[in-house]
């Protein structure tokens, strides 16, 4: 199905599996130097100190409206610049096009910042911080309040147990300074930073440390510390296992057991919901030269309030810090319904059988999230597609979830664990080493012939929809290869397909035009499968067929366990049928919706 532009789609709708993700790369939608180029005036800033700190976030509105809000956002403290005033009308114009109530959201974060900044914000630029060799002191004026910091810098928290509170952080090797290093380094590179541009929080050059006052203001700053922090870096002195579960509580050594590492962990969570962004980037570095660095989740609910510090009244303030957070979560929450973001659009949602704790999600950013629907918080994510995740599918007793989308992948996962649960199914392609078909026919050199015998299960084309069978053991995929496959839930091995009419399928007698044209189904031939891209499936509820919907306008109901045949298809929509749904009680009750705008029972 080449389609030739996104535009085509339009008026197909946004649900189910009709629409083809555009072909971007993720990560395309929102881009830092489209948030500084909103902002672009903020060289004229003056950089006077100021009586009274105040901040303002000023944010973009990049790859929203595509169902899922999401914003760039950076905050800024320091005089009032003159370019701001119009830089939020420009902005509240957007927002009100989106429907969306920037007042609201404004609010929020203006209390919220403006409530816990008791002291400015200061900074180390990496260049300096690495040039020193060792983490100095707060007082050794290495440090930039944020008002100097250009936007466009990524903003880095550093959190970490000391190794002996009250005196220096480091051991007096460096080690600590070196693996801090490191992690940024190397987090630059694979995400992208430019190093000049990164500054680093870390709390012993960062927070004063002579008076009591001064520590303890910056103790009461650290939410609005953590809620600029473009990621988080936790040193852990020990490099977690194979088997270790990547939650920063559960960090081996006591590093997760430290109450201020685990405050960054929920407040990169939470600012994250406030901002309406997917939780900010909580990274784990460990082992000579960083060679262990992973990013970490956070379990809000099994996070508690009390953790190791040394100071008695620490604890008050880390739990004053928790509820502003919570409160602020569940505010976000209210007033926008929001519960997870995707860069690109959200392709398929579910919540997780069988007592709904999780909404899941799969986006064009190729990333599954699942959420806890009660606070908001991201509670695992998924990583393991190249490319838009368009379906996913939960197993009814939620312990198994199957995905698919544009990499042509099926991914099996193991919900609890957090991991694919088998190999993935792949891809009939020239480059998977595993499959013997044969291709580079055609005229486009595109083109490929299947071989029956080819030991690869998975499609060669866009994967649309998934469907468990109603006892759990199988599910059903379709896919723009115009097939529909079976498969076993636990070994992924293929019980069975529906191939469809098309130049791949060495059954099928039809003649083919050059690309991209449409083309009668010959009468003799013997193929019994569907003339165009299999949009849907669902199983019957006795578990014996499958039904299908197509482009080619039909459902055809497969008896899948009994004859391997198809039965009977179904025709009457004029164009595309985009769902299909079977009966959950009687077996001879279908319905369908198309593009035609008809529902058809
Ligand atoms: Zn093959
Ligand atoms: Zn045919």
Redesign the pocket.
């Known amino acids: 199905c080449p389609y030739s532009s996104k535009g085509e789609e339009e008026g197909l709708g946004m649900g189910g599996c009709a629409s083809k993700p555009a072909a971007a790369a993720p990560g395309d939608g929102a881009s830092k130097a489209s948030t500084a180029e909103q902002v672009g005036g903020a060289e004229g800033q003056e950089k006077k100190a100021v009586k009274e700190p105040f901040v303002v976030r000023v944010m973009s509105t990049e790859a929203v409206g595509q169902g899922v809000g999401s914003f760039q956002s950076r905050t800024y403290s320091g005089p009032l610049p003159e370019w701001l005033p119009k830089a939020v009308s420009d902005h509240e114009a957007g927002l009100r096009r989106l429907g969306i109530n920037s007042k609201e959201v404004m609010r929020m974060l203006r209390d919220e910042l403006w409530g816990s900044f008791k002291v400015p914000m200061r900074l180390i630029t990496y260049g300096e911080f690495i040039f020193l060799k060792s983490i100095p002191r707060s007082g050794s004026g290495t440090t930039k309040p944020i008002s100097e910091i250009p936007p466009e810098c990524t903003i880095v928290l550093v959190s970490f147990p000391w190794i002996r509170p009250g005196e220096h952080p480091d051991d007096d090797k460096g080690t600590m300074h070196s693996l801090i290093c490191s992690a940024v380094e190397k987090l630059a590179a694979q995400r992208g930073w430019d190093l000049s541009t990164v500054v680093l929080w870390v709390d012993f050059c960062c927070i004063e440390q002579g008076s009591e006052e001064g520590r303890v203001k910056g103790l009461e700053s650290m939410r609005a510390f953590i809620t600029v922090a473009d990621a988080a870096i936790i040193p852990s002195a020990h490099v977690p296992g194979e088997s270790d579960a990547r939650y920063v509580h559960l960090l081996p050594g006591g590093c997760g057991d430290d109450g201020w590492t685990r405050l960054v962990a929920m407040g990169m969570v939470a600012s994250g919901m406030m901002r309406q962004l997917e939780p900010a980037e909580l990274w784990v570095a460990a082992g000579e030269g960083a060679s262990f660095l992973e990013r970490y989740g956070c379990l809000m609910g099994e996070l508690p309030s009390e953790g190791v510090l040394p100071h008695p009244d620490d604890k008050a303030r880390v739990r004053q810090h928790e509820e502003a957070f919570v409160k602020g979560m569940k505010a976000a929450m209210q007033s926008n319904g929001y519960v997870a973001s995707h860069q690109g659009a959200a392709r398929c949602v579910a919540i997780t059988p069988p007592g709904g704790e999780f909404v899941v999600s799969a986006g064009d950013d190729g990333v599954i999230s699942m959420v806890r629907r009660d606070v908001g918080s991201v509670h695992r994510t998924f990583v393991g597609h190249v490319g838009g995740v368009i379906c996913l599918a939960m197993s009814r007793d939620g312990k198994r979830m199957a995905s698919a989308g544009m990499d042509r992948t099926v991914r099996v996962w193991d919900v609890e664990g957090g991991r694919e649960a088998m190999p993935p199914i792949t891809e009939h392609s020239e480059d998977n080493k595993a499959c013997t078909c044969k291709h580079g026919a055609g005229e486009n050199g595109d083109e490929y012939v299947e071989d029956e015998d080819c030991p690869v299960a998975g499609h060669s084309d866009y994967v649309r929809c998934l469907c468990f069978s109603p006892d759990g053991s199988l599910f059903a995929s379709c896919s723009d290869d115009r097939s529909v496959k079976v498969y076993s839930v636990n070994t992924g091995e293929e019980r069975g397909a529906l191939k469809g009419?098309s130049r791949d399928n060495p059954s099928?007698?039809?003649r083919f035009f050059p690309s991209g044209a449409r083309q009668e189904?010959?009468r003799e031939?013997p193929?019994e499968g569907h003339g165009d891209c299999v949009t849907c499936v669902s199983w019957s509820a006795s578990g014996a067929s499958v039904a299908s919907a197509s482009r080619d306008t039909t459902v055809r109901v497969w008896d899948y366990a009994r004859s391997g045949a198809v039965k009977g298809t179904l025709i009457g929509h004029q164009g595309e049928v985009s769902s299909v749904a079977w009966s959950p009680v009687h077996e001879d009750v279908i319905v369908s919706g198309g593009a035609d705008g008809t529902v058809r029972l």
């Open positions: 009419h099928c007698s039809c189904v010959d031939c193929v």
